[in-house]
């Protein structure tokens, strides 16, 4: 294999290239986690936040980078799941299960996702995300998810395909 050359290196990202190959590398998280979770009243939890990439408001599941706080950079990734649902949606879970795990986008990036399913949620606020974050909470019944989804993407609002890989866990789950 060829030498790794950095041809970039930013706060956050770095871009490297190996060959005629180009990919970014985090420099500050060793991936992220996504968290599925549904209330007790069995509403799919999803937020909504500026992605700045694109120019508007994306529709997601709960998810954040796993590292990325100066000391804890060898966080457990169940720990950083449970964080990232309790800051983004104010829904503590007593429990998180791994699902699965990979890459996002194999040829753009070096990331690894990893899924955790959240069990047995407790409101304790609002949610919403850090100062630095915009983000907005939506509670969609299970039995509406769907069109609902269908509804924001005829609108122009873009849904992250990661939300219906949560979806397929959820309903394999109940099957």
């Known amino acids: 294999m060829a030498e790794l050359q950095t041809l970039y290196e930013g706060d956050y990202l770095r871009l490297q290239r190996i060959d005629t190959w180009e990919f970014v590398v985090r420099a500050n998280a060793r991936g992220a986690v996504v968290i599925v979770a549904v209330t007790p009243d069995d509403e799919l939890l999803l937020v909504e936040q500026p992605r700045p990439a694109l120019g508007r408001s994306v529709l997601e599941l709960p998810a954040g980078l796993v590292g990325d706080i100066a000391g804890e950079e060898d966080e457990a990734l169940a720990v950083a799941a449970a964080r ?92």
Do not use: N
């Open 84 to 175: 990232e649902l309790e800051e983004e949606t104010g829904y503590r879970a007593a429990r998180m299960t791994y699902m699965t795990g990979g890459p996002p986008s194999a040829g753009l990036s070096a990331e690894t996702l990893w899924f955790y399913r959240a069990h047995e949620l407790t409101r304790i606020h609002d949610g919403g995300g850090d100062d630095s974050e915009q983000i907005t909470v939506h509670a969609v019944p299970m039995h509406e998810v769907d069109d609902w989804l269908a509804a924001r993407e005829a609108e122009g609002t873009p849904v992250d395909p990661k939300i219906y890989t949560g979806l397929y866990f959820i309903r394999r789950e109940r099957r």
